[in-house]
């Protein structure tokens, strides 16, 4: 499995239930990714999506321990372990981790790859991403050339995880 994430200087990367910053490449980039995916997100993460509306073309899976939180319209886990279980019968490099903060932080070890935006800008932010250039197991391996919207540089760059760990066993 792959995360991917948009994180500003200080590794934020939400505020009062919301994303810091939206710039539309890093939008199109999220979709190209996960497009015909798998897409892995808390139920945080699944309110705020624009109109509570799952994300097209992909198969959505919510984790929620809630039994009131029902939604035909996507595959609910209430654990990681039934989450291991669901996504057993699909091709790992296409189940992507979307967020947020307590889902990429229960998964991140689980995870091959990381691909984040990197925004250059500080915000006022309420949820982070782990620093992955202080865990020793991530090795950043590409960054793009800077890019530009509105006055905002932002960058995406590529991590990957020397130590991974095999959520099949
Ligand atoms: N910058 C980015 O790329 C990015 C991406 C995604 C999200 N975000 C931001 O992140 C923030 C949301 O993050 P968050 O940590 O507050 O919420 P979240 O991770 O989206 O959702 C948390 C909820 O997920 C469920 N959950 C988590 N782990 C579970 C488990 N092991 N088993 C069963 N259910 C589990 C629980 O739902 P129940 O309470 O229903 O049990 C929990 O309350 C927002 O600000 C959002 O905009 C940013």
Same mark, same amino acid.
């Given at each position: 499995?792959?995360?991917? #994430?948009? #994180?500003?200087? @200080? ?9 810091? &910053?939206? *710039?539309?490449? $890093? ?12 897409? %892995?997100?808390? !139920?945080?993460?699944?309110?705020? =999506? ?6 097209? $073309?992909?198969?959505?899976? %919510? =984790?929620?321990? +809630? ?5 035909? !319209?996507? *595959? ?21 981790? *979307?967020?947020?903060?307590? #889902?990429?932080? &229960? ?11 990197? *925004?250059?800008? /500080?915000?006022?932010? $309420?949820?982070?991403?782990? @620093? =992955? $250039?202080?865990?020793? /197991?991530?090795? !950043? %391996? ?12 932002? +960058?995406?760059?590529?991590? %990957?995880?020397? &130590? ?6």
């Amino acid at each position: 499995m792959k995360a991917i #994430v948009a #994180v500003d200087l @200080n590794w934020g990367i939400g505020c009062g239930g919301k994303l810091l &910053q939206m *710039i539309p490449e $890093d939008m199109k980039f999220f979709k190209e990714k996960t497009l015909g995916k798998i897409v %892995v997100m808390g !139920r945080e993460t699944f309110e705020s =999506l624009p109109g509570k509306a799952p994300l097209k $073309d992909r198969i959505n899976i %919510v =984790l929620s321990k +809630s039994e009131f939180f029902k939604d035909d !319209r996507i *595959i609910i886990c209430r654990s990681l372990n039934e989450l291991f279980h669901e996504i057993e019968k699909y091709d790992t490099d296409d189940v992507f981790i *979307i967020g947020g903060e307590s #889902v990429y932080t &229960q998964f991140l070890s689980y995870c091959s790859e990381a691909y984040l935006t990197k *925004i250059e800008n /500080t915000y006022l932010a $309420d949820k982070k991403f782990a @620093n =992955l $250039d202080k865990e020793k /197991t991530w090795e !950043r %391996v590409s960054i793009s050339d800077s890019k530009n919207y509105n006055n905002i540089q932002y +960058s995406f760059l590529k991590y %990957v995880n020397n &130590q991974l760990i095999n959520y099949n066993k």
